[in-house]
């Protein structure tokens, strides 16, 4: 099986060929401005540097967020019409459980997104991979709560691409190889279902509902 993976999560751009569980081509670009006109382009190339066509594709696993609003709305639509037009199986993976795959010196690892104002997106598991804390728009406080009552802060690590000073986070490592592999035997979706995952409404839908509730009698 060949899994073509897709992460715009991020500001990186990361696009990967996998053989089985094998890792053949891996690029990783910074792709903090004009990400739509990169995507596709990056996946042509590293087709083109493995010698292969997307026809040749078996799976596209592609993480659906949480993340950038427009990161992730960019990577949904072009891995979910792929998967559509080319009649590929498609899976999304989680931001944050991608994350959580860096290896740590301790037995807990929480990732974490910054989503402004003091709020994070995060979730934490444990050395075997199992979710402590699921997944959550979650200010810090309240995550650190949530954290004592699972576990010492000195016994977790806090992984992030962003700088969380106050956390004192490291700089992920993700094994995508060990996701490719937990997904390559997964049930796969029907891409019209495939959604990204904002965990937040957007700024907008925030707005309005503000709006509601503020001439709700």
């Not at 739509?36 to 596209?60: F, H």
């Not at 992730?72 to 891995?79: C, E, K, L, P, S």
């Not at 010492?152 to 962003?162: E, G, K, Q």
Request: charged residues 25%; hydrophobic residues 35%; aromatic residues 6%.
């Amino acid at each position: 099986m060949i899994t073509l993976f897709l992460d715009t999560s991020t500001s990186k751009l990361i696009v990967g060929i996998y053989r089985e569980n094998s890792c053949i081509s891996l690029t990783e670009e910074n792709s903090e401005n004009n990400l739509s006109s990169k995507v596709l382009p990056n996946i042509k190339d590293i087709l083109n540097k493995c010698e292969l066509s997307i026809d040749e594709i078996d799976k596209i696993l592609v993480v659906n967020g949480p993340g950038s609003f427009t990161g992730i709305r960019v990577g949904v639509t072009v891995a979910k019409t792929l998967a559509y037009t080319k009649k590929i199986s498609i899976n999304t993976v989680s931001s944050l459980e991608l994350i959580g795959t860096t290896e740590v010196k301790t037995n807990y690892i929480v990732p974490l997104i910054d989503a402004r104002r003091d709020y994070f997106y995060a979730s934490m598991y444990d050395e075997e991979g199992k979710v402590i804390i699921k997944e959550a728009y979650i200010s810090r406080i309240d995550l650190l709560n949530k954290i004592k009552r699972h576990a010492s802060l000195s016994n977790v690590t806090f992984v992030s691409y962003d700088n969380i000073l106050s956390l004192d986070s490291i700089k992920p490592n993700s094994n995508i190889e060990s996701i490719v592999k937990k997904y390559r035997k997964k049930e796969t979706l029907n891409p019209h279902l495939v959604n990204p995952n904002y965990l937040k409404k957007v700024e907008a839908e925030e707005q309005l509902d503000d709006k509601r509730n503020k001439w709700k009698i």
